[in-house]
Every structure is written in C-alpha cells, then in structure tokens.
C-alpha cells in the first residue's frame, strides 16, 4: 500500500519541503550528483525524490519518524535508514573564498536538543546547543554553520571552537558584542571614564544593528524548519539537521 504523501505530486512538495517545486527539483538533483541514487544494501522502497521529501518532511514538521513514515508508506526502521544515509548528502557546500566586495555577519542561535551529551542548559532554560552560522551580510545566504556546541558555551569561544572562524579570514565580520577579542566588528562600548557614546559612535552602532538583525531573521526563517526548535536526534543529527536546513533556507531564498 502506497503512502499519503509523494514528490509525484506538487502539491505536498512546498508545504512538508519550504520549498517551490522547482527548488526542491534542483535539490534532488544535487543529492543524485553526490551519489543518492547510489543502492547499497537493500533495495530503497521510494525513489529518491520522495525519499529527498521524506527528510525534508521531517525536518520542516519535527513529527516523529514513527509519524513520517507511515505518511511515505514504508516502515520507522526504513525511514530511519532514509535519514542516516540522504542527511549528510544535504549539507550546504563549504565556505569558498568570499568575493572581494563581501561582508559576513556570525552568530550563535540556540537550538533546543534532547542529547545532553552535546547540550547543556542554557539561557533558554533548556538543554540546547550552542550553533554558530556566518551568513552573507548582501544576500543572507548561509556560509557557514559551526558544529554543535553547549548551550551555555560563550560566543566568543564558540566562534573558534566550533570553526566557524576559518570561513572568516578572508572577509570583514559584523557580530555583537559577545565577539570581543574575535577580529570582528562589534558595536562601539563605553570607555572608562565615558559616560555617553559620541554621535558619531551611536551612528555608527545604529548601522551595526540593521545590519546585524539580518542573522537574526535568517535564523527566524531557518526555524520555519522546525526540527531547530526542539530536536530529537542524537550525535551527529543535530549537525546534520542544521547543516540540510541551511542549505533548503538557501535554496529557498535564492530560488
């Protein structure tokens, strides 16, 4: 017995993906150029663009496996083993060289995660990791995503070790104030003995802050994709979840 949902009809393709039919075209043919199709094991029971969907379903839903699969027709285990092997093939690409002209904004978003091996409570009052993205201040698409770290690691410490800083090096970054000592531009403080910021200061911190609220409505679309508002999956899921979602949140923007 077939399932509810399919790619074969546009319908169910933007409301369980984020993503128009031609987008989500363009992403099944990425996950078939890094080998999607490949058959190991046993047979898949979908093709691959419903099994493209079924993750993509997943991650924009956050229902339970146990929930999705009977929507595609298949068991929980054969789901599980759809997600094990597509996430990783949906990642965004890693950071290239930033054009000459282009500006990064970076910073940390806390997402909800129920493996405390990777979390710690944080000051959301849940266990939550500590996720750091680079976006491009011109088109908000996603540079770069950092691994998972403690929800109540700093900014400043996260922005190294969990690598982000490497899509960095080659471009001006904008970030707040919890970035001090990173090289990152960070909105004029007071000095000792300085009760007030000069004009010129408060100007410039006012174009900082537009700037800088626009990592801030990327992450409040990415959330669209409700797996990053409480996530389920263990070890290395959660990367692979924020890593899949940049990549549908960029396709979704950029068309």
């Not at 500590?130 to 996260?158: E, F, M, T, Y």
């Not at 707040?176 to 003995?193: C, E, V």
């Amino acid at each position: 017995m077939g399932g509810v949902i399919s790619a074969s009809d546009p319908m169910w393709i933007e409301p369980f993906s984020g993503l128009s039919e031609s987008q989500f075209r363009k992403l099944v043919a990425l996950v078939r150029r890094r080998g999607g199709d490949v058959q190991r094991g046993r047979p898949w029971r979908l093709g691959l663009d419903d099994r493209v969907l079924l993750v993509a379903t997943y991650w924009r839903t956050n229902l339970t496996l146990r929930q999705v699969a009977p929507l595609f027709g298949i068991s929980k285990s054969a789901a599980d083993r759809v997600l094990d092997y597509l996430a990783p093939l949906l990642a965004i690409s890693p950071a290239r060289r930033p054009r000459q002209d282009t500006v990064l904004i970076v910073d940390g978003t806390l997402v909800p995660t129920r493996d405390r091996t990777i979390a710690a409570s944080s000051k959301n009052y849940r266990y939550s990791t500590n996720q750091q993205v680079v976006i491009d201040a011109n088109s908000r698409l996603v540079v770069a995503v950092g691994l998972p770290l403690p929800g109540n690691r700093n900014d400043c410490r996260a922005f190294t070790e969990s690598g982000v800083d490497r899509a960095c090096r080659d471009a001006p970054v904008l970030a707040d104030g919890g970035y001090q000592g990173t090289g990152a531009l960070i909105p004029h403080r007071r000095r000792r003995g300085q009760e007030h910021l000069t004009p010129e200061q408060e100007a410039d911190n006012a174009v900082h802050r537009r700037a800088r609220a626009r990592v801030e409505h990327v992450f409040s679309r990415m959330k669209n994709w409700k797996i990053l508002r409480d996530c389920r999956l263990r070890g290395t899921g959660v990367h692979h979840a924020m890593l899949g979602v940049a990549r549908l949140h960029n396709l979704a923007l950029s068309g």
